[in-house]
């Protein structure tokens, strides 16, 4: 709203500017044709103001005769007739009839000659001795020693700052002159009005009307013409000697110097580990202009905002103030646009505005975690620990860091079986259970990269979420040496090919295999690693026996695993 530059408004009449001697009162109501009267045709609901002598005021005005024929009108000129009252710069009926007067107000004059051009009258225009009728309509009232006036009319309950000098304000207003007519409007572009405060980029009386303004704040700000473009008006738009009014809504302000300002609302009294440079934080949003508009929400997503802090993946402002969070805090973030969106903005955000966020932390990790492990309960006897190839039989809760359960064994009313090391668990899971007794539980916290990564599972688990196990061990058998899935548990016969080959015809058939295999096992003689499908255990055993693929094995291929050692069979 820097409403610069404007032509000069044509000349007015000169016949209004002189003036004769002569003093009468203003009488209003009907009169002889010696007097004054004046006629009040309309008088607007509201008149905060009435012309006084010395005030300088803008009118309409049509001159005619009592015969009804015109001499002189504004309207003709399409511009305001401009003068101060009371300083002879009128006829002498035309001062004393435009005191009392109110903006919007309309008045039918009746000006007898020795109040107006007298016996000389005006030659070709006004004949002497002429009585003058006037209809006048008042458009603007000022005086020299006037001030902004400030009149608010809604305050936010809260104004934590207000306008000061150099700060940049953006703001929407309806611009009119007194007598209501809009001139201007940053509604109408449906874009508010940007600026610096106290440095010049504004009209004086601006600069001083917007000085103490909370966001939010409502307020209407009159201006005098000498505080805002003066003789010379501005453009098309703005007449010279107008006064303004700026109906003015503030929706956003900063000053240059501006950091981050975080306001905590929620800090968990445990808060083991803070966010640094370098972690990859989980969060939930609501991003709003600090007018309360919003323009952005992870909720509204349903899904959190995932992304590392500290290395210039989000905005400045916000790299700053994810700094030094808990799992589980909420706080809000105040970022003024030279560490937001700048000047341009971006989609729905308009340049140079301040965002709010308000910040849920749901959880963070670095890539370079490991898990963890508290174990909470240990039995008297726990001399035997889980290791690679034991089966495992345990009970779980499984969580987000903040508290959102996940999946629970205990609620399905079955254990989850697994044999360590054999990949059927996540990584992380993996090392958790390891040198782990029966009877124990631990808590086991596993970094998504340990866990289900940036992928996360569908519908069950978030991508880049931290996991954490409740863990109870129930129930442990030991697994078999690496390598192996089936051992002896005594010596091995020395005919052993010979006591599965009971058809004696020198071919071992995998129902042959299979039946002996399990007896050995059912007998105790053996064992086969647990948690695996026994069949599909013994079957592979006969497979890497099987050589040369025919389906049956021979003496000659026949081999114990200390004879062949690429092979895991026996």
Not at 3 to 31: D, E, H, I, K, S
Not at 193 to 199: C, H, S
Not at 349 to 361: K, T
Request: glycine share 12%.
């Amino acid at each position: 709203m820097a409403f610069r530059g404007w032509r000069p408004p044509p000349p007015p009449l000169l016949l209004l500017l002189l003036w004769v001697t002569g003093q009468a009162a203003p009488v209003a109501g009907l009169g002889s044709d010696a007097e004054l009267q004046i006629e009040r045709r309309f008088v607007p609901d509201e008149c905060p103001r009435t012309v006084r002598s010395g005030d300088f005021v803008r009118y309409h005005y049509v001159g005619t005769f009592p015969d009804g024929q015109k001499f002189d009108s504004s309207y003709d000129r399409d511009s305001t007739f401009n003068v101060f009252v009371g300083k002879g710069q009128l006829i002498t009926g035309m001062d004393q009839a435009l005191v009392g007067m109110c903006v919007n107000e309309r008045r039918f004059v009746k000006i007898p000659p020795k109040l107006a051009y007298g016996s000389e009258g005006v030659s070709g225009v006004i004949p002497p001795n002429s009585v003058l009728h006037f209809d006048v309509l008042l458009m603007d009232i000022w005086n020299s020693e006037d001030q902004v006036q400030i009149h608010t009319y809604f305050k936010p309950p809260s104004c934590p700052r207000t306008i000061q000098v150099s700060d940049f304000v953006r703001y929407h207003y309806n611009g009119t002159f007194l007598d209501g007519t809009l001139f201007d409007s940053s509604h109408n572009r449906m874009k508010t009005y940007d600026t610096y405060v106290g440095i010049g980029w504004l009209i004086p009386g601006m600069d001083k009307g917007l000085l103490g303004m909370c966001v939010g704040e409502k307020r209407i700000i009159t201006i005098p013409p000498f505080l805002a473009y003066g003789e010379d008006g501005d453009g098309k738009d703005i007449p010279g000697q107008a006064s303004l009014v700026f109906d003015v809504a503030l929706l956003d302000l900063h000053n240059p110097k501006d950091s981050i300002s975080i306001e905590n609302k929620v800090v968990p009294e445990n808060c083991e580990r803070i966010s640094q440079s370098g972690d990859f934080l989980r969060y939930h949003y609501n991003g709003t202009l600090l007018d309360g508009t919003l323009f952005d929400s992870s909720y509204s997503r349903n899904r959190t905002f995932d992304t590392y802090i500290g290395q210039g993946y989000v905005i400045p402002g916000l790299d700053e103030g994810l700094l030094g969070v808990c799992i589980g805090e909420k706080r809000r973030i105040v970022v003024p646009p030279h560490l937001g969106y700048g000047e341009e903005g971006r989609g729905n955000i308009p340049g140079s505005a301040v965002l709010v966020f308000d910040i849920h932390v749901i959880d963070f990790h670095n890539p370079s975690d490991s898990i963890s492990i508290t174990s909470h309960y240990k039995p008297p006897d726990c001399s035997v620990l889980s290791k690679k190839g034991d089966y495992l039989k345990y009970h779980y809760n499984a969580s987000l860091l903040d508290g959102t359960l996940l999946d629970s064994t205990w609620n399905l009313g079955k254990t989850y079986n697994i044999v360590l090391g054999s990949g059927q668990v996540v990584l992380g899971m993996d090392m958790g259970l390891r040198e782990m007794c029966v009877g124990e539980k631990r808590t086991v916290i596993i970094p998504p990269h340990l866990g289900y990564g940036e992928a996360g599972v569908d519908g069950e688990v978030p991508g880049s979420a931290v996991l954490v196990f409740d863990i109870e061990l129930l129930e442990l058998v030991a697994g078999l040496p690496e390598g192996y899935m089936f051992i002896w548990n005594g010596e091995v016969s020395p005919n052993l090919f010979e006591e599965i080959d009971k058809d004696g015809n020198g071919e071992v058939l995998l129902e042959e295999f299979s039946e002996y295999i399990h007896a050995q096992v059912a007998s105790g003689k053996g064992k086969l690693a647990p948690g695996f499908d026994a069949e599909l255990v013994v079957k592979n055993m006969f497979t890497n026996q099987d050589r040369n693929g025919d389906g049956k094995v021979t003496a000659e291929e026949f081999k114990l695993k200390d004879q062949e050692a690429k092979h895991d069979e026996l």
